[in-house]
C-alpha cells in the first residue's frame, strides 16, 4: 500500500522559508514522477514542481528560483525548500506520486502572514 506523509508546514513571515518533507511507502520514489501540488481556497489545484526518473525538475513560473525539489532516495523522501515566500503561496500542499495512478498525501498548511 502506497503512503505520502508529508510534514514541515507552518506558519512563515512574507520573505521567509520553509522545508516540506514527504516521506513515501510501499513504493520507491526513484521508480516514479514525484512532486508537489498547492490547494489554495478558492483557486484550482495548482502542481508547482515535480521530478521525473532520471531526476530532470520542473516548476510553475510563479515559483521558479523561490522553490526547490530534491530526494533523499536512502530516505525514500522528496523534499520541497521554499524561500522568498509570498502571501500567495498559502495554501495546503500535497505530495504526489504518478505510477499508472496517482496517489497523493494528506497535506501539510503553509500559511505566509505577517
Known amino acids: 500500500q502506497v503512503q505520502l506523509v508529508e510534514s514541515g508546514g507552518g506558519l512563515v513571515q512574507p520573505g521567509g522559508s520553509l522545508r516540506l518533507s514527504c516521506a513515501a511507502s510501499?513504493?520507491?520514489?526513484?521508480?516514479?514522477?514525484m512532486g508537489w501540488y498547492r490547494q489554495a481556497p478558492g483557486k484550482q489545484r495548482e502542481s508547482v514542481a515535480h521530478i521525473v526518473r532520471g531526476g530532470n525538475t520542473h516548476y510553475v513560473d510563479s515559483v521558479k528560483g523561490r522553490f526547490t525539489i530534491s530526494t533523499d532516495n536512502a530516505k525514500n523522501t522528496v523534499y520541497l525548500q521554499m524561500n522568498s515566500l509570498k502571501p500567495e503561496d498559502t495554501a495546503v500542499y500535497h505530495c504526489?506520486?504518478?505510477?499508472?495512478?496517482?496517489?497523493w498525501g494528506q497535506g501539510t498548511q503553509v500559511t505566509v502572514s505577517s
Open positions: 504526489y506520486a504518478i505510477m499508472g495512478t496517482v496517489y
Open positions: 510501499g513504493t520507491s520514489i526513484t521508480s516514479n514522477t
